[in-house]
T-cell receptor
Framework: AQTVTQSQPEMSVQEAETVTLSCTYDTSENNYYLFWYKQPPSRQMILVIRQEAYKQQNATENRFSVNFQKAAKSFSLKISDSQLGDTAMYFCAFPLNNNAGNMLTFGGGTRLMVKP | KAGVTQTPRYLIKTRGQQVTLSCSPISGHRSVSWYQQTPGQGLQFLFEYFSETQRNKGNFPGRFSGRQFSNSRSEMNVSTLELGDSALYLC???????????FGQGTRLTVV
């Protein structure tokens, strides 16, 4: 069974600095997607970034990038130049089967606070 | 393009009652999934509908059910409400076979 673990329940970072959120997962699949979602106080889950396991290159979206280590089953999210609007819960997510992005298992989340 | 719309945003129900939540997916999206979010259990997958058929189901009791209409709108029903059903219920839609899901803002259900 696929499981996702986020070992950091809470983190804080100063505005403009860099922070890295950790995620490990377990799967027997070889090809799959991994996702990071952000949930601000408005509660809406917003897709931050996705990684395809068959791609060796780490995904990047503006200030967000991942460090994907397939052999170690590690998928960390780096936020550069942190902004106050980055304050939110961050969830690492993995498709439960068939790479269906609409059937996800989530980690427990990391609450990130960006301080001015 | 309008996003995923969930109604109502907030609900208060009494133990033993039943409740129906609604989700309108993004236009063109035929897959709709439901998730329950609680402080204790986190985010858990409830079920997924595609073309009016339930394709996948999570580990929830039969009190939780759903359906999907021909326009892809989906409803979720919880019967005989328990205090532990208090949660944020999130709906997500996607095209198939896209791996990306788009979420609504959720319905906050409180059972008293």
């Amino acid at each position: 069974a696929q499981t996702v673990t986020q070992s950091q329940p809470e983190m804080s970072v100063q505005e403009a600095e860099t922070v890295t959120l950790s995620c490990t997962y377990d799967t027997s699949e070889n090809n799959y997607y991994l996702f990071w979602y952000k949930q601000p106080p408005s509660r809406q889950m917003i897709l931050v970034i996705r990684q395809e396991a068959y791609k060796q290159q780490n995904a990047t979206e503006n200030r967000f990038s991942v460090n994907f280590q397939k052999a170690a089953k590690s998928f960390s999210l780096k936020i550069s130049d942190s902004q106050l609007g980055d304050t939110a819960m961050y969830f690492c997510a993995f498709p439960l089967n068939n790479n269906a992005g609409n059937m996800l298992t989530f980690g427990g989340g990391t609450r990130l606070m960006v301080k001015p | 393009k309008a996003g995923v719309t969930q109604t109502p945003r907030y609900l208060i129900k009494t133990r033993g009652q039943q409740v129906t939540l609604s989700c309108s997916p993004i236009s063109g999206h035929r897959s709709v999934s439901w998730y329950q979010q609680t402080p204790g259990q986190g985010l858990q997958f409830l079920f997924e509908y595609f073309s009016e058929t339930q394709r996948n189901k999570g580990n929830f009791p039969g009190r939780f059910s759903g359906r999907q209409f021909s326009n892809s709108r989906s409803e979720m029903n919880v019967s005989t409400l328990e205090l532990g059903d208090s949660a944020l219920y999130l709906c997500a839609s996607s095209t198939v076979p896209s791996p990306e899901a788009f979420f609504g803002q959720g319905t906050r259900l409180t059972v008293v």
